[in-house]
């Protein structure tokens, strides 16, 4: 069973493009979290999906930023006009659909590492 | 709002001796909380978790927790620490209704020879 796939792993463009971060998640999860670290900093929570459906995007910016998860395909994370400030690593992590009350852990990808120039 | 304190930023500790990394929470509800470590330019790699039950939670490569609500921690633990344990490591929580998982800044553990 192959883990949390995420590419590119890593990413550079010029400010101003798009970046399109690609998640394929573990065979038999449906459940798709986004995750953005900076330099020597924790993980921050962005966004939540289910298939076709944004459940929590709380994290995310209000602009520029935006995420999908298809019915077939992997999620796609969307940074349009990239500036400087969003270099970071951006990891993709993935559960299974979990009965009430129990939490599955989420299993993460390595990661797409992106460079802002 | 949930929350994580990992108060070291670093430990370090000799090959063979006992480790501690520090944890606290602050989170509405009954907590879930998990330990993940982070070796350079990886993703992270899930260690433990603690849902409900035994408060000294067992996971991989020798690592345990202990969940005190009292004092709201989640520290980790090693008996006998090796030098492969250098890593980063990061604890998380997650409320009740909720799925996001909520990060602390992380504890760089280096382990000497």
């Known amino acids: 069973n192959a883990g949390v796939m995420q590419n590119p792993r890593h990413l550079v463009r010029r400010r101003g493009q798009e970046a399109r971060l690609r998640c394929s998640p573990m065979?038999?999860?449906?459940?798709v979290y986004w995750y953005r670290q900076l330099p020597e900093e924790g993980l921050k929570f962005m966004v939540y999906?289910?298939?076709?459906?944004?459940?929590?995007e709380s994290g995310m910016p209000k602009e520029r930023f935006s995420a999908e998860f298809p019915k077939e395909g992997p999620s796609i994370l969307r940074i349009q006009q990239v500036v400087r400030g969003d270099s970071a690593a951006y990891f993709c992590?993935?559960?299974?659909?979990?009965?009430?009350?129990?939490?599955?852990?989420?299993?993460f990808g390595p990661g797409t590492r992106l460079t802002v120039l | 709002a949930q929350s994580v304190a990992q108060p070291e930023d670093q430990v370090n500790v000799a090959e063979g001796n006992p480790l501690t990394v520090k944890c606290t929470y602050s989170?509405?509800?009954?907590?879930?909380l998990f330990w993940y470590v982070q070796y350079p330019n990886r993703g992270l790699q899930f260690l433990l978790k603690?849902?409900?039950?035994?408060?000294l939670v067992k996971g991989s490569y020798g690592f345990e927790a202990e969940f005190n609500k009292s004092q709201t921690s989640f520290h980790l633990k090693k008996p006998s620490a090796l030098v492969s344990d250098s890593a980063l490591y990061f604890c998380?929580?997650?409320?009740?209704?909720?799925?996001?998982?909520?990060f602390g800044t992380g504890t760089r553990l280096l382990v000497s020879p």
């Open positions: 992590a993935s559960s299974p659909p979990g009965l009430a009350g129990v939490s599955n852990e989420q299993f």
């Open positions: 065979k038999g999860h449906s459940h």
């Open positions: 998380a929580v997650r409320g009740t209704g909720f799925q996001k998982l909520v």
């Open positions: 999906l289910q298939k076709e459906n944004i459940i929590d």
């Open positions: 603690y849902i409900t039950g035994d408060n």
């Open positions: 989170v509405s509800g009954n907590p879930y």
